[in-house]
């Protein structure tokens, strides 16, 4: 469904799906989850996990890695490509920092959750 969203007096376009329950919002080549979190411990974004790391947003199949273990990476680098839902969707860094692991490979179906790629953050970052 397509979505008109006012925020910050900003008109916002975005694309919206229901999966098992949860509220999948895309815009602007980013994805979040919205869920009822009445009775639940919050969590965070998905996409990100601890130190920075990249987490699957969506259950999905990874399309293309464009780093290697080893690289440097700066805040909003793109690092994985995957597809889910009929749509690809790029994920990027959050923080400046090396690729530790990657620890999936093209073509891998992903869970939702699962850590794609592991950072060793940089200093002061």
Not at 34 to 59: F, L, T
Not at 67 to 93: I, Q, R
Request: aromatic content about 4%; hydrophobic content about 35%; some cysteine.
């Amino acid at each position: 469904m397509d979505l008109r969203l006012r925020f910050e007096g900003k008109e916002l376009k975005a694309r919206a799906e229901t999966v098992n329950g949860v509220l999948w919002v895309h815009h602007d080549g980013r994805t979040f989850a919205v869920e009822n979190q009445g009775g639940r411990k919050k969590r965070g974004r998905h996409g990100e996990g601890a130190g920075g790391d990249i987490e699957s947003p969506m259950p999905g199949k990874v399309t293309k890695i464009l780093k290697k273990t080893g690289d440097a990476v700066k805040k909003g680098d793109a690092v994985v490509v995957m597809e889910a839902m009929k749509m690809e969707y790029t994920l990027k860094s959050e923080t400046d920092g090396v690729i530790e692991e990657i620890p999936c490979a093209v073509g891998d179906q992903v869970g939702l959750g699962q850590t794609l790629v592991r950072f060793r953050v940089a200093e002061g970052a």
